[in-house]
Nanobody
Framework: QVRLVESGGGSVQPGGSLKLSCDIS????????MGWLRRPPEQERVAVAG????????????VYADSAKGRFTVSQEDDKSALYLQMNNLKPEDTAMYYC???????????????????WGQGTQVTVSS
């Protein structure tokens, strides 16, 4: 059973930083995405960043939405037991519930599609305001 547990959300001022963590267990896909997605207030859930993994190798490839490029960095533990999202220079528009998710795929590009994900964590709130 796939289990995803997020932590690290909170409230920060604009320009501040947060690091989100996601503990991962039960992944059984051959090739898959691990991603961070967010749902801003009264908006649809969108992908922020993700990694494409190959279960049988150490190869992995990060991908970023335009909104995250240059400010957010996605990373993972070598054993793929945890996924992280370092968020710098946070803006009020980054306010959202952030979710960790996993799903099978054969292409890294799909890791920026919400439809690529089958399993979701419970979410962690990030609020950016002065």
């Amino acid at each position: 059973q796939v289990r995803l547990v997020e932590s690290g959300g909170g409230s920060v001022q604009p320009g501040g930083s947060l690091k989100l963590s996601c503990d991962i267990s039960g992944i059984w896909y051959l090739n898959y995405c691990m991603g961070w997605l967010r749902r801003p207030p009264e908006q649809e859930r969108v992908a922020v960043a993700g990694v494409y993994n190959q279960f049988t190798s150490t190869y992995w490839h990060p991908v970023y939405a335009d909104s995250a490029k240059g400010r957010f960095t996605v990373s993972q533990e070598d054993d793929k037991s945890a996924l992280y999202l370092q968020m710098n220079n946070l803006k009020p528009e980054d306010t959202a519930m952030y979710y960790c998710a996993a799903g099978p795929t054969d292409t890294a590009g799909r890791c920026l599609l919400t439809t690529a994900y089958d399993y979701w964590g419970q979410g962690t709130q990030v609020t950016v305001s002065s």
